[in-house]
């Protein structure tokens, strides 16, 4: 009854596993891609658009006015007066309470408007520029990981697909080594041709082994930008080839140039002149000096400011600074462009050769099997070399690798040219 009992848990947790097997392998590759999306280094790149944007904001705040209240306690060695005061203010001789006093409370309102201030204005065409890049940032990051996604998820399939030719070729093989330990038992063969297909075998198993230590690579790879673990390969296919569209790289470095010139412009502005409307209302109290009665004295004002920088070294030195980094910033978009471009071309060449790799490939596969069908009966009828057997297993696998490294080249280059042309892969494999 004990052992009844544990071969029921037993049988319950291989189902497990295997339905938790069949839930890993059943994700798709719409999945992976959605999943890119979810994982936190995208999480960062929104947050940075948030960030320009209340750059963006408190660019635009600088144009509005400024109120803010204050007070101040002063204590002098002398009597001080309360505010400017009028001769005829004070009628000394009657006694009155002159407004000098040694200790003085000041409070009161400030307003400061700016009215006309170049610079802020500038700031916020340069934030609005950073802002747009962002957002081609975080679109540039999130397409070149679901490009990564899709060719690690080839590659993945890649491994697989050849860890079965190899288990083919094997199980080939030790139907042929069955036949020849026959015959080296009755004499008819060598011991020698024995070892010839054990030591193909073992190299074999070594290949099969370093896949699997592959494999196990790009699964990890995968789960770090996912956040999915992965049983084996998630299933793929192309539903519509990238369409030539505008660099997305580029895009976003010509917004940093855009911005490098708004910084440059930002710079020159501070030689602008800068007007603003600044006003206060100030309440002013103490004790008169000559009656040590309390006093009080408002005082307001209002003016109208006009500021012209008329010398200031660091500006120019601030300018050259911002002008500098301006032509890099061309520099860099010119030098993307071209990178972009000649991989663009590149990418365009390549795809048709290796597509009609793909078609070779699918050829030579047939034709090999052929071979070895016939190398196999003429192996085991003694009219072939173990050499020459050996050679057409060889070919026949050197064909299935060569297929499943032509598909796996497509997929790189489609998803190359989705990234270059900033294409959401959610649209083009399925």
């Given at each position: 009854m004990f052992d009844m009992k544990r071969s029921i848990k037993a049988?319950?947790?291989?189902?497990?596993c295997l339905i938790l097997r069949g839930e890993a392998w059943a994700i798709d590759i719409q999945t992976l891609l959605e999943a890119v999306d979810r994982q936190p280094a995208l999480e960062v790149r929104?947050?940075?658009?948030?960030e320009s944007a209340l750059q963006q904001e408190s660019a635009a705040a600088l144009l509005f006015p400024k109120i803010g209240a204050f007070g101040r306690a002063e204590i002098y060695n002398s009597p001080t007066n309360l505010?400017?005061?009028a001769p005829t203010?004070?009628?000394?001789?009657?006694?009155d309470a002159i407004p000098f006093s040694r200790e003085i409370l000041r409070y009161g309102l400030t307003l400061e408007v700016p009215v006309f201030v170049k610079e802020i204005y500038v700031l916020r065409q340069k934030a609005a520029a950073l802002n747009a890049k962002a957002q081609l940032d975080r679109r540039l990051d999130l397409i070149g990981r679901q490009s990564a996604v899709v060719v690690l998820n080839s590659t993945l399939a890649y491994f697989e697909r050849l860890a079965e030719s190899i288990g083919g070729r094997r199980?080939?093989?030790?139907?042929?080594?069955?036949?020849?330990v026959l015959k080296v038992r009755k004499g008819r063969l060598a011991g020698s041709e024995l070892t010839k297909i054990e030591t193909t075998i073992n190299d074999l198993d070594l290949q099969a082994n370093d896949l699997q230590a592959k494999r196990l690579d790009v699964l990890r790879e995968i789960n770090a930008l996912t956040g999915i673990e992965l049983a084996g390969s998630a299933s793929m296919s192309l539903t519509s080839k990238p369409s030539p569209?505008?660099?997305l790289q580029v895009q976003a470095q010509q917004k940093q140039v855009a911005a490098a010139q708004k910084e440059l412009d930002r710079r020159r502005a501070t030689r602008y002149p800068t007007l603003s409307f600044n006003s206060y209302v100030s309440g002013n109290d103490g004790e008169a000096y000559n009656t040590d009665s309390h006093i009080y004295r408002s005082y307001n004002a209002a003016a109208l400011v006009l500021k012209l920088p008329l010398?200031?070294?660091?500006?120019a030195t601030d300018e050259a600074i911002a002008s500098v980094q301006w032509q890099k910033a061309k520099k860099q978009l010119a030098q993307t462009q071209i990178e972009a471009q000649a991989l663009a071309n590149s990418l365009d060449r390549k795809l048709p050769v290796v597509e009609r790799s793909v078609d070779i490939a699918d050829k030579s596969i047939i034709n090999n099997k052929t071979l070895l069908a016939v190398a196999t009966v003429a192996i085991r009828s003694g009219r072939m070399t173990m050499e020459d057997y050996l050679r057409y297993e060889s070919n026949l696998l050197a064909a299935q690798a060569n297929l499943y490294q032509s598909r796996q080249q497509r997929w790189q280059i489609l998803a190359q040219q989705a990234a270059l042309y900033g294409t959401d892969l959610k649209g083009v494999v399925k």
């Open positions: 049988f319950i947790f291989i189902l497990s929104t947050l940075s658009i948030e505010r400017p005061m203010e004070v009628n000394i001789q009657a006694g199980k080939s093989l030790e139907q042929t080594r069955d036949d020849i569209s505008p660099f010398f200031d070294r660091s500006l």
